[in-house]
């Protein structure tokens, strides 16, 4: 029997599966888990280089983290609990992380006192320590180095007094390659950009020019230009035009109409309008369960679709709405569908492990969105917070209590009036997850997971992966028995957390 027979089969049962009910089928395999091609994508002209896509919610996806995943091969989705001009402005800086060129940078005045200063950079919580030092007049006067502020012993000592006079500048339009060369040969760790008036109109850091410099660049996702991909979130009608105005200009990649019931009337004319409008940017479409919507949204001309409705870690829409498809047979039946047009899938929300990668993807999947699984990192929104000796970060469903009251995103997101905040009725939870450090780490693991299944079931790419994927049912028992049991775990494994 293979997979095809083995979901007709479900459904003639009625049974609908999701992610813990099956194991993929071991088989011969001559592949190497290191050798593995994990290209793929999100949308029609949207590529990944690793096929893992970051929530757009606000505790998982903004700037930072669409940065980090972009340069490990992904993409992240801005959310939209953001106005849409500040939304663009994370987009923008995503789109202009590799162009080294700080564009505003951060100045100080001479006359203040160093103690200002300091307490400036605590307030925003500024992580550089070198800042270019301009005087009333907005001439650039000097630099206030990590060396000047260590060695000032009287805090209360105007900038002027301690900066490095000295400075090495160059005229505006200077390039990265001109610019590192530079750095490199005096041995600078920033250089500023002077416009002919003698204002400051740019600077670079020694240390975001290295890392363009030396990293491999082959393994980043990256657009045509060589800028790092990135999306956004966007809600129907008004929302989607207002927001798009902001978006287009801050060079957005692709925007993922973002609700829990993609198949809506106000979703497919927003499709509609989007492609009409802007026949050149991707529109992924969603959230979606049953083929039927899926069809009616490839239809409406999307480019990718979002499926998904309840599987969430922190969703509750399924208990109190009652409705919703087990993330398996949702993935396939939908896959069936997107295929026929080819429309790549994404499967969001419900992954719990990285083993939950290649099920989906073995499904129909072409990636997938993880909310939970990131939103531990370092790089996420949020602070990490001391709780019964261990280290958490906050994480909240869009359609929780917290999120609703305090953005119309998250209304719009669950068809909920805006002066209504009293009677909301939430379709999500919040609470804390552990905290995981660095994304980087966090992926190497979620990766090698997908590596090692691709490896077992003898498929080298993604797409092989979907064609030669056959699945076993397993029972409860048989779920028992593929966690650790009969022990007691006295070290936790970096794939493998004691708790969840
Ligand atoms: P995971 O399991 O990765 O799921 O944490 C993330 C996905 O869940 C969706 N989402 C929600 N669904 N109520 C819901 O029913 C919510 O409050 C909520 N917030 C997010 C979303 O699709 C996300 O990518």
Not at 133 to 159: P, S
């Amino acid at each position: 029997m293979g997979k095809k027979e083995f979901f007709a089969s479900m459904k003639s049962q009625g049974v609908a599966l999701t992610y813990n009910d099956v194991r993929l089928k071991t088989s011969f395999s001559a592949v190497m888990p290191d050798k593995v091609s994990l290209n793929s994508k999100f949308s029609r002209h949207v590529d990944l280089k690793i096929p893992v896509v970051s929530a757009a919610m606000d505790t998982v996806t903004e700037y930072e983290l669409a940065i980090e995943l972009a340069i490990l091969g992904g993409l992240g989705i801005i959310h939209k609990n953001l106005s849409p001009a500040l939304q663009a402005q994370h987009v923008a800086r995503v789109k202009r992380f590799l162009n080294g060129l700080i564009e505003h940078p951060v100045t100080v005045f001479a006359d203040e006192t160093v103690a200002q200063v300091l307490k400036m950079k605590e307030e925003k919580k500024y992580a550089f320590d070198v800042f270019p030092v301009v005087n009333r007049a907005g001439a650039l006067v000097g630099i206030l180095t990590e060396n000047d502020v260590d060695f000032c012993t009287n805090t209360q000592e105007k900038v002027s007094e301690v900066m490095t006079k000295t400075i090495l500048s160059s005229p505006k339009g200077t390039g990265i390659d001109e610019a590192y060369a530079i750095m490199l040969r005096e041995k600078k760790k920033v250089l500023p950009l002077i416009s002919k008036e003698g204002r400051i109109c740019g600077m670079y850091a020694f240390s975001d020019l290295k890392r363009i410099k030396t990293e491999k660049l082959s393994a980043y996702n990256l657009d045509a230009k060589g800028r790092l991909l990135v999306g956004a979130a966007i809600g129907v009608h008004e929302d989607a035009s207002e927001r798009l105005k902001h978006l287009t200009l801050a060079q957005v990649d692709v925007v993922v109409i973002d609700t829990a019931h993609g198949d809506s009337l106000g979703v497919i004319e927003t499709v509609k309008e989007v492609k009409r409008r802007y026949p050149r940017l991707d529109v992924v479409a969603g959230n979606i369960s049953e083929p039927e919507s899926a069809k009616r949204l490839v239809d409406a001309g999307v480019d990718g679709i979002k499926v998904g409705q309840g599987p969430g870690s922190i969703c509750t829409t399924r208990i109190i709405a009652g409705v919703g498809c087990p993330q398996l047979t949702a993935i396939y039946h939908c896959a069936e569908i997107a295929r026929t047009k080819q429309v790549p899938l994404c499967a969001d929300g419900g992954l719990s492990y990285s083993g939950d990668i290649p099920i989906a993807i073995g499904a129909g999947a072409d990636n997938v969105m993880m909310g939970r699984m990131l939103a531990g990192v370092k790089e996420a929104p949020g602070e990490v917070v001391f709780r019964d000796g261990r280290q958490w970060k906050s994480y909240r469903g869009m359609g929780s209590l917290g999120a609703m009251q305090a953005h119309k995103g998250s209304r719009d997101r669950y068809q909920q009036k805006d002066g209504a905040k009293d009677s909301i009725i939430p379709e999500g939870v919040e609470g804390l997850v552990p905290y995981q450090g660095e994304l980087k780490e966090v992926i190497t693991q979620y990766i090698g997971g997908l590596r090692r299944g691709m490896g077992y079931v003898g498929a080298e790419s993604i797409n092989a992966l979907q064609h030669k994927a056959d699945f076993h049912r397993i029972s409860s028992a048989g779920q028992q028995e593929s966690h650790p049991h009969n022990i007691i775990i006295t070290k936790e494994s970096p794939n493998y957390p004691g708790i969840l």
